[in-house]
């Protein structure tokens, strides 16, 4: 499996403003996603960060509100925009490595609160 | 779509004995049920996965059991040792290509000394 890095691991931000957050991957992989785990819930899948082009949405998860890059292989942001106190979470990168089915490894997660 | 239903929410055990964790799913096209151990500030870690080719898949104190008939499948630790508190995801997919996992809801795993 690869070693997936984010930063910053926790922030807290003023409603309104936006903060981007950065996953690194220390090895290729096919896929990197960014998952939301709201407080006491499960992983929701927010998108899949596509290299070099537009990331793919889950419903109701829009580009405006998580704009996503992914210039390379091994490094992708998520920015939430015009945070409110709902944005409050953990948010996960993660990446799949084609060959290796179906399993997905995970960053240790960027715990946001939103005041 | 799939959905993946988890219990319990929250587990408490004594140190040594076992824990069961189940998962329900509801695609029956599902083939491919992670695990992962979410630790604070440590990230979701897979810790055993089975496919449908099999009904039982162990690792050391660790073992998941799969009914494809019922579509449901079980974590089962024994000897629990508090480092193994945490919490426990289930996930479900289709093995086909790369397929989107669903997760389930978690279960909170508290072991005392």
């Known amino acids: 499996s690869a070693v997936i890095s984010q930063k910053p691991s926790r922030d807290i931000c003023q409603r309104g403003t936006s903060l981007t957050i950065q996953c690194q991957v220390d090895s290729q992989v096919t896929m990197m996603f960014w998952y939301r785990q709201q407080p006491g819930q499960s992983l929701t899948l927010i998108a899949t960060a596509n290299q070099g082009s537009e990331a793919t949405y889950e419903s109701g998860f829009v580009i405006d509100k998580f704009p996503i890059s992914r210039p390379n292989l091994t490094f992708s942001t998520l920015t939430v925009s015009n945070m409110s106190p709902e944005d409050s979470s953990i948010y996960l990168c993660?990446?799949?490595?084609?060959?290796?089915?179906?399993?997905?490894?995970f960053g240790p997660g960027t715990r946001l609160t939103v005041l | 779509g799939e959905n993946v239903e988890q219990h319990p929410s929250t587990l408490s055990v004594q140190e040594g004995d076992s824990a069961v964790i189940k998962c329900t799913y509801s695609?029956?096209?599902?083939?491919?049920f992670p695990w992962y151990k979410q630790e604070l500030g440590k990230g979701s870690q897979l810790i055993i996965d089975i496919r449908s080719n099999v009904g039982e898949k162990k690792d050391q104190r660790i073992a998941v059991t799969l009914n494809k008939t019922a579509k449901h499948f079980s974590l089962h630790i024994t000897e629990t040792q508090p480092e193994d508190s945490a919490v426990y995801f289930c996930a479900a997919s289709r093995d086909t290509g790369f397929q989107k996992l669903v997760f389930g809801t978690g279960t909170r795993l508290l072991v005392s000394p």
């Open positions: 695609d029956s096209a599902s083939n491919y």
């Open positions: 993660s990446g799949h490595r084609s060959g290796s089915q179906n399993e997905q490894f």
